[in-house]
């Protein structure tokens, strides 16, 4: 399939004279042709850095949509901007399917072009461009079957990672009937998931993925979905633990009641490996994920932070992890969730991000397996917004195993300013510092507020 699209974009090359690359939709690179000549210049940093990274950036992105690209029907003609980049202008064809655009073919002009009728004014376009948009045209409906197959197989993923465990063996032979029709899966190849946390789901004609080296197949989820989940905050079934007694420290409920929380969309990837513990290609894949423009996209609902202030949280980047390889395909609905535990606790833990692996996230893999619940009572005034810098302070604390030098050299303050801040914890909280038990409820529970 990739043969194809290089052998078109050659084609169109040789019809304009002219180096020419493919895009996706999300403007990662498929195919580019071969530039000839000495002219550093026509080499502009933009076309340079799409072939090196395989993408463009979401602000070459931006500058080049502000055109109109994603509207165009017909070929448009882009001004250089050495500012952005740009040192030469271009020629772009929208690569459309049944009114569908699914990528860009990019001309660099060199000055030959500028004076070709495009076709955008009325008058008939020069019978090279005319040739060219045919060809574009050919490479739209390539590029919808694949995103079509790869739909399919991404349903059948789907279907998999959210059965219950009697449909799994089921669900599971007709996923693998489909790979193994496709001529992408080898019975027995070792397998493993990648999850992409958060991911935008709201264009329901985005382009399909890219073809990335073991990527087989991808389908997007609620993080906080499936049937092994517990309680979600905010819930009625969550809403016992939010009225529970007192906490560790005497404390009667007083914490606020979460506000509910709208489903975050994850990516589930499925990527095949060279061999058992090799994790290489999913670190690949989660690479260029996190690289996509829906990686780290925040909901139009925004969820609301642990204290249930309402606010939706400040926009984060986006977060990949990574479950254990397996070779059946039964056991993936196991390894979605660990993929997503370790995306959450990167996603919320900075120091294992942005992709992270499920058995490199420490106590993160009993804390993303408890079910979401409010805050302990004793913990919940510690949480709100007004005494971020406690929880930091108390979380370094424990961090640094309740070394003062330690967590002090770590906040960059004096100790006695330490020892003060420690001292409104406690009173905050009515939890003791020289408690182990104590420390250890405020340690859990400050890991847990940040999932």
Do not use: N
């Not at 050659?10 to 180096?19: C, F, K, N, R, V």
């Not at 376009?125 to 197989?153: C, F, H, V």
């Amino acid at each position: 399939m990739r043969g194809d699209y290089q052998q078109l974009v050659d084609e169109i090359s040789t019809a304009l004279g002219a180096p020419a690359t493919l895009e996706d939709r999300d403007f990662g690179l498929i195919a580019f042709g071969a530039h000839e000549g000495e002219d550093d210049e026509v080499m502009d940093p933009v076309r340079t850095r799409s072939i090196l990274q395989r993408r463009s950036s979401a602000a070459v992105r931006a500058w080049f949509e502000a055109f109109g690209i994603a509207r165009a029907k017909t070929a448009l003609r882009i001004p250089p901007d050495p500012a952005a980049g740009v040192f030469r202008g271009r020629i772009c064809l929208p690569v459309r399917h049944r009114g569908i655009v699914h990528g860009y073919v990019w001309l660099l002009d060199d000055g030959h072009l500028t004076d070709l009728e495009l076709g955008t004014r009325g008058a008939p376009p020069d019978p090279r461009i005319a040739q060219a948009m045919e060809t574009a045209a050919r490479i739209g409906a390539l590029l919808a079957d694949e995103a079509r197959a790869g739909a399919e197989l991404g349903d059948l993923l789907r279907e998999l990672l959210i059965a219950p465990p009697d449909g799994q063996p089921a669900a599971a032979a007709g996923l693998r009937d489909a790979l193994r029709d496709s001529l992408r899966f080898t019975a027995g190849a070792p397998l493993t998931l990648v999850a992409v946390l958060p991911w935008d789901t709201s264009d329901t004609d985005a382009a399909p993925l890219p073809s990335l080296p073991g990527l087989l197949a991808a389908c997007a989820l609620p993080a906080g979905g499936g049937p092994a989940d517990g309680p979600v905050a905010g819930t009625d079934e969550a809403e016992p633990a939010a009225r529970s007694g007192a906490g560790r420290g005497g404390r009667t409920g007083s914490a606020a009641r979460p506000q509910p929380a709208a489903p975050v969309p994850a990516l589930a990837a499925l990527v095949r490996l060279r061999a058992s513990g090799a994790p290489a290609p999913a670190h690949t894949v989660a690479e260029h994920l996190l690289r996509s423009p829906r990686a780290g996209a925040v909901p139009a609902e925004g969820k609301a932070p642990r204290g249930g202030s309402g606010h939706p949280p400040p926009p984060r980047p986006g977060a990949a992890g990574i479950g254990a390889g397996t070779r059946e395909l039964t056991d993936l609905p196991a390894t979605w969730r660990e993929a997503l535990d370790a995306a959450r606790a990167a996603h919320a833990e900075p120091r294992l991000g942005p992709i992270t692996q499920w058995d490199a996230i420490g106590p993160y893999r009993m804390l993303t397996a408890l079910p979401a619940t409010a805050p302990d009572p004793a913990i919940g005034p510690l949480l709100a917004p007004a005494h971020a810098e406690l929880a930091r302070t108390a979380e370094v604390f424990l961090d640094c195993a309740g070394q003062a030098g330690r967590t002090a050299q770590a906040l960059g303050i004096h100790r006695q300013t330490l020892y003060y801040r420690l001292g409104r914890v406690e009173k905050l909280t009515g939890l003791d510092l020289d408690d182990g038990e104590h420390r250890l409820l405020l340690h859990m529970a400050l890991k847990a507020a940040r999932l």
